[in-house]
């Protein structure tokens, strides 16, 4: 047919149909388009209906966020931590007069160097502005969250961090507009552990509340009642609870003999005993210092006295500096002093210098838990934060001989004693009454062949002044004899005086009453005189020395002097303390 014929052919297939031929190929054709047609309108549905609707996996990466879209979720992102501290800050500010203080660490343990725009981020919602160990805090936790550099999130409960999305993380492929939980990790374990911490003491202020009004709990070994205790109820209430949860962590840090060590057989016995006891204790000490509700500084301000300071050169810098350097150590390589600005802390010192020593730090001494035996409030002895123990003169590790005496109706003498003259109290008594009336015996040196505690066993009453600090052993010797002690001191809180009424079971004069300490006495009816000493009897288990300790007895009553100063304070991660 040539070109013509094929020109002819091509022009059949865009003519209109006139013949069957013509007709016949048609159809053809559509059958043909439709085969290809159907699969494909089928392939297309399947797709539809089972791929989800939400799915990006094909154009994450291919379409990019813009500039300003990155800018603005960076800024949102570095915006979280300084967020979450306003908002934990805010509900600390909120408490009405509860707050203690809130202690910036004020730039001693380092600098930070942020910029400008961390820095703006910080600053923007702190107020105060924060101190340099809490702007290096933020800033760590700023670096931890750009990891995520487009999220814009919303915390909307405290303890579950549900995070809402929008954006897309770094080296993820998280659809927009979706809601994922997070886990809780780094920042948030040690609050999580704290929180634990502190509702367990919150269950233990109502138990203690409730226990003033409710019934006496049974126990095996001692159930506290009498006038002896201001609230008997609430002291064994509290007592059961400290035995059930209390945990102190004994920092290990530091060597014998100033660490971890101390006098067991002095004036002094009670800084190397209790250090001895906590340091193999089971039962309240714990490994773990995140479940501690206490921490524990193991010095002996008594060895210190005798190793670090330089006898007769009156400076105690070197003491100064070895309190310091051991809290340095213990903070940087701990968090827990730097959250609680030391306020969860204590010390325990029975020397003379012990309130010296606490004020080489300004956080040790006003903020930290101080266990003195010189508890004198003219030296900024606190009875609200601090601890009075008992000074006890162990000759051994054992009471034996040293507890004991007659009845109250066989004791001849009606008050004794003897020691030595220092300081501004005793020569006053000596001036008055030595060797001046066959009632009240005091001497300054004892007579040859008189023994010291068998004049205390006979004794209705025994005369305790201060020295050259207020404390004195002769109120624990009193105690341990059967003799109603007579305090004469100036600004000075009795030991245990929390939980002991001590106008129960002892007789308070003053400086200036000396002169009429005999009519104070005699005034004293002899009922009444029973009536304290059967008292001094029943509480002075409280202040029995036992290896291994007993329960209530003074090693378990220092504790829970601690415990109930814990009680009083709520600790939180934004490094504030905040009473109850």
């Known amino acids: 047919m040539g070109r013509d014929g094929n020109k002819s052919c091509f022009a059949c297939c865009f003519s209109t149909p006139t013949t069957s031929s013509s007709s016949s190929s048609s159809s053809s054709s559509a059958i043909k388009l439709l085969f290809f047609i159907v699969p494909l309108i089928l392939v297309s549905f399947i797709v539809f209906v089972l791929v989800p609707r939400n799915s990006t996996w094909a154009l994450i ?211 190397g005993n209790f250090i001895y006891k906590l340091d193999v204790d089971t039962k309240f000490q714990t490994k773990d210092p995140q479940k501690a509700h206490v921490f524990y500084l193991p010095f002996s301000v008594a060895k210190m006295v005798r190793f670090v300071y330089s006898r007769d050169s009156r400076d105690f810098s070197p003491i100064r500096r070895t309190v310091v350097d051991y809290i340095n150590l213990v903070a940087q390589k701990y968090p827990y002093w730097n959250r609680s600005h030391g306020a969860d802390h204590f010390m325990l010192a029975c020397h003379d210098w012990g309130p010296e020593a606490s004020f080489s730090l300004p956080y040790l001494e006003k903020n930290s838990i101080r266990a003195l035996c010189n508890a004198n409030t003219s030296e900024r002895f606190n009875p609200v934060k601090d ?72 004794s209705k009453y025994c005369i305790c002044p201060s020295g050259y600090e207020v404390a004195s052993p002769r109120i624990v010797e009193a105690l341990y004899n059967g003799c109603v002690p007579v305090l004469i001191s100036k600004s000075y809180v009795a030991p245990f005086s929390d939980v002991l009424r001590w106008k129960s079971f002892s007789v308070t004069v003053s400086v200036d009453d000396i002169p009429k300490l005999k009519e104070i006495l005699m005034n004293i009816s002899t009922r009444q005189y029973i009536r304290m000493q059967r008292r001094v009897l029943q509480v002075r288990r409280h202040f029995e020395f036992n290896s291994p300790p007993k329960r209530y007895d003074v090693f378990h009553m220092i504790l829970h002097s601690v415990w109930l100063r814990r009680l009083n304070v709520r600790i939180t991660d934004d490094h504030g303390a905040v009473a109850n």
Not at 405 to 430: D, E, K, T, W
Request: glycine content about 6%.
């Open 387 to 458: 601890v009075s123990i008992p000074e006890i003169n162990l000759i051994t590790d054992k009471l034996t001989g040293l507890m004991g005496g007659p009845s109250a109706s066989r004791r001849q003498i009606l008050a004794f004693f003897a020691g030595g003259v220092h300081g501004p109290i005793r020569p006053v008594l000596l001036e008055h009454w030595e060797d001046k009336d066959e009632d009240i015996k005091v001497h300054k040196y004892l007579p040859r062949g008189v023994n010291y505690y068998d004049m205390m066993r006979n």
């Open 61 to 271: 990466y291919s379409l990019p966020p813009s500039t300003s879209a990155v800018a603005a979720a960076a800024n949102s992102s570095e915006k979280l931590g300084a967020s979450v501290y306003a908002e934990s800050s805010q509900q600390v500010l909120d408490l009405p007069s509860r707050v203690v203080k809130t202690v910036d660490v004020g730039g001693s343990s380092g600098e930070a160097t942020l910029s400008d725009s961390d820095e703006v981020a910080v600053n923007r919602s702190a107020s105060p502005q924060l101190s340099a160990v809490e702007a290096v805090t933020k800033f760590q936790e700023l670096n931890e969250t750009k990891e995520y550099s487009s999220l814009n999130t919303s915390i909307t409960d405290s303890d579950n961090l549900n995070i809402t999305i929008n954006g897309t993380p770094n080296n993820a492929t998280t659809s927009s507009n979706e809601t994922i939980a997070l886990p809780l990790k780094h920042n948030r374990q040690v609050r999580t552990k704290l929180d634990k911490v502190e509702a367990g003491l919150q269950r233990a202020r109502s138990a203690i509340r409730e226990a003033k009004n409710g019934s006496q709990l049974r126990d095996p070994d001692h159930v506290p009642v009498g006038p002896m205790y201001w609230d008997a109820k609430a002291f064994h209430r509290s007592y059961l609870e400290m035995e059930k949860q209390f945990k102190v962590f004994v920092y290990k840090e530091g060597e014998p003999p100033v660490f971890h060590d101390g006098p067991c057989k002095s004036i002094y016995s009670m800084e």
